[in-house]
């Protein structure tokens, strides 16, 4: 290419390459019969190595590094794939006759493995001066149309347009464009295509943009559940993140708050709470949150929050332990039993012996689920839960998360060194789901 923007390679087996352009010999510092039959390895790595897209890092010949973007296309051919290499920043245009004819060579080699179309143009996209030939494929109409001004336009998705205008304006405004939008062929169905295209000025001054596209309907409909899990899992790692930061805030000022010491701790308790449910969500595979992993992770989050509390034994009940909790239900009762543990680790009797442990059990009836947590310790005189009487700040937030008639509490003084609260969770929303694994 003239302005030396991009570069493709060829790439076999054994990330052997095959064929390089000579714009990407350009970029590499290499000929290309140099680059030809080495290992991808040789010359560079590639950043993240496993996705399609992101960087090469070049190792020069003087052992100079430098970095550019790269994108694999798809390709049609078993053990064959086309990395197209990126340098971001304009370099100087080559004097001579237009280095793109020299390309034809390359993209006729490459056009039965790969789907991509390079084109050179005005900025406007108005003006052709080269498409190479896999633009047939892709539209499904003869070369030699593919210079016609309207003929890129034409096929896109009526609500895709604004998309093209927006790429077309920027690229008229002298910037680096990407986009992706549907065509709908004449000779077949709706397809996605990627393009991206640097402008640049040939050496008569003339305004040229340097593009290509590429078919990823394949990658759209094989990546796109894929890449919306992979937003979710990235969203709910972020706010556990900034959720546990703003614990950690918390807790660090508790210590010197005095009266209200107390009040700090039970607030970074609770957003312990829902950070540990966005940790769950963060999961490869966006598997249902059962009760065992809320229950294991709230033990734990308590367990670090009161360090000199009774010990807390979680006894399995292994056929309710793969319960699956509906996503609207785990924030809610998260905090619920949160609090539940909060207050037995507060309220009950330190020791070590078997008497003085908090124990949490899980059973399951006709009705639903029910969560028990018994702890040494005594209600306070005038305490009343069902009337709601003598309740501190975390009770009375436990009360207004409950949603009757799909979950009750109650709180009660069960021998005089006991107190047990349990939690009842009715079906729907909650019940059992025999075929989920559970990770501890």
Request: hydrophobic share 40%; glycine share 8%.
């Amino acid at each position: 290419m003239q302005d030396r923007h991009y570069g493709c390679l060829l790439i076999g087996p054994g990330n052997r390459i095959l064929d390089a352009s000579g714009s990407a010999a350009h970029l590499l510092k290499r000929t290309g019969t140099i680059l030809v039959g080495q290992r991808l390895e040789a010359i560079g790595r590639r950043e993240p190595a496993a996705t399609a897209h992101g960087t090469f890092v070049v190792s020069g010949p003087e052992g100079d590094l430098r970095t550019l973007t790269c994108q694999q296309l798809p390709t049609e051919e078993p053990g064959l794939q086309v990395l197209v290499l990126r340098a971001d920043a304009p370099l100087a245009p080559e004097p001579g006759p237009a280095a793109w004819a020299g390309a034809e060579a390359f993209f006729h080699s490459i056009d039965r493995s790969t789907r991509a179309v390079l084109w050179v143009s005005d900025p406007a996209l108005e003006k052709f001066l080269y498409v190479s030939p896999a633009f047939r494929h892709l539209w499904g109409l003869p070369l030699n149309t593919g210079q016609a001004p309207g003929i890129w336009r034409d096929p896109v998705e009526e609500e895709d347009l604004p998309r093209v205008q927006a790429f077309i304006e920027a690229l008229k405004a002298g910037q680096i464009a990407e986009m992706e939008v549907r065509i709908r062929p004449q000779d077949g169905p709706v397809r996605w295509l990627w393009a991206h295209a640097c402008p640049w000025t040939d050496s008569q001054r003339q305004a040229r943009v340097t593009g290509l596209v590429a078919d990823i309907t394949t990658r759209r409909q094989e990546n796109g559940e894929a890449r919306w899990e992979a937003l979710l899992r990235e969203g709910h790692h972020r706010i556990k993140n900034s959720l546990q930061g703003l614990a950690a805030l918390l807790h660090r000022h508790a210590g010197s708050a005095g009266e209200q010491a107390a009040v700090l701790t039970e607030a970074v308790g609770q957003v312990r709470a829902i950070a540990a449910v966005h940790d769950l969500y963060s999961r490869q595979g966006q598997p249902p949150v059962t009760l065992a992993e809320l229950l294991d992770t709230l033990v734990k989050s308590v367990d670090g929050l009161y360090p000199e509390h009774s010990p807390i034994e979680r006894i399995p009940a292994s056929g309710i332990d793969n319960t699956a909790i509906p996503s609207s239900e785990v924030v809610p009762l998260a905090i619920i039993v949160n609090e539940l543990l909060t207050n037995a680790a507060k309220h009950g009797s330190p020791g070590t012996s078997p008497q003085d442990m908090i124990r949490v059990h899980t059973r399951a009836d006709e009705n639903g689920t029910s969560l028990r947590i018994d702890n040494p310790g005594s209600l306070p005189a005038g305490f009343d839960f069902d009337d709601r009487q003598g309740l501190g700040n975390g009770l009375q937030l436990m009360a207004a998360l409950l949603n009757p008639p799909h979950t009750d509490l109650s709180l009660r003084q069960v021998t005089p060194q006991t107190v047990s609260a349990t939690l009842h969770l009715a079906r729907p929303p909650i019940r059992p789901q025999h075929n989920l694994r559970h990770v501890p």
